[in-house]
């Protein structure tokens, strides 16, 4: 597709339970971001993918999340036994891949906002 | 490591009228990208414009155009003719490699009937 498509829109959890959300990015890129943004606005990284291979996850607290990227399927984000500051909208976005000397910018997808309750 | 750092928190600009956003980055790299980006209530990101560190002329859309300054490691956004579907938050963005991206803390602005 062309756009960045994400599900759910909204995604309520009670601390404690999963949280998967998915993520489908526009045909044709290879890479694959997930951002965690809270409630001051500013953009957290959280992991990277080129295809399906894990590039960056220096964002990612390991211990609760994890995330794919599969052929043929939305790469994904998962976070296990969910706290209350994981309350945040998470932003998946992809990019192509330049050729060298280009780095082209990031398409965002309309975000999953994440309720912890 | 590279930081993008927005100055202004809030700014404010009564329609019909011109603003400018201010940016500024730390690089040691010679090749890279920059982006503004603006996110509305509905939280959408737009890419409103790029700039490629390598040109030294500005890059213009439509009402946006960048000042890119690269000695100065500085990338500001004017935005003439200010309408009410411009306010949002505005963020710059720096990339230099095909995975990183660093974003600044944001700037939203008001704009003013």
């Known amino acids: 597709g062309e756009e960045v498509a994400q599900t759910p829109k909204h995604l309520v959890r009670g601390e404690g339970q999963k949280a998967k959300l998915y993520c489908a990015p526009i045909?044709?890129?290879?890479?694959v971001f997930w951002y965690q943004q809270v409630l001051k606005n500013e953009f957290k990284f959280l992991i990277s993918?080129?295809?399906?291979?894990?590039?960056?996850e220096t964002g990612m607290p390991k211990e609760r999340f994890s995330a794919k990227c599969l052929p043929n399927s939305p790469c994904s984000l998962e976070i296990q036994a969910t706290k209350l500051e994981d309350s945040a909208v998470y932003f998946c976005?992809?990019?192509?891949?330049?050729?060298?000397?280009?780095?082209?910018?990031?398409?965002f997808g309309p975000g999953t906002r994440l309720t912890v309750t | 490591a590279q930081t993008v750092t927005q100055s202004q928190p809030e700014m404010s600009v009564q329609e019909a009228e011109t603003v400018t956003l201010s940016c500024t980055y730390d690089?040691?790299?010679?090749?890279?990208?920059l982006f503004w980006y603006k996110q509305p209530p509905s939280r959408q990101m737009i890419l409103v414009i790029r700039?490629?560190?390598?040109?030294?002329q500005n890059a213009t859309e439509n009402r946006f155009s960048v000042n890119f300054q690269k000695a100065a490691k500085s990338f500001s956004l004017k935005i003439s003719d200010s309408q009410l579907g411009d306010a949002a938050m505005y963020f710059c963005?720096?990339?230099?490699?095909?995975?990183?991206?660093?974003f600044g803390a944001g700037t939203r602005l008001t704009v003013k009937p």
């Open positions: 993918f080129q295809n399906e291979n894990v590039f960056d």
């Open positions: 976005a992809s990019s192509r891949l330049g050729t060298s000397g280009s780095y082209y910018e990031q398409y």
């Open positions: 963005a720096y990339r230099s490699a095909p995975n990183d991206m660093r």
């Open positions: 045909k044709g890129h290879s890479y």
């Open positions: 700039q490629e560190a390598y040109k030294q």
């Open positions: 690089t040691s790299e010679s090749d890279y990208y």
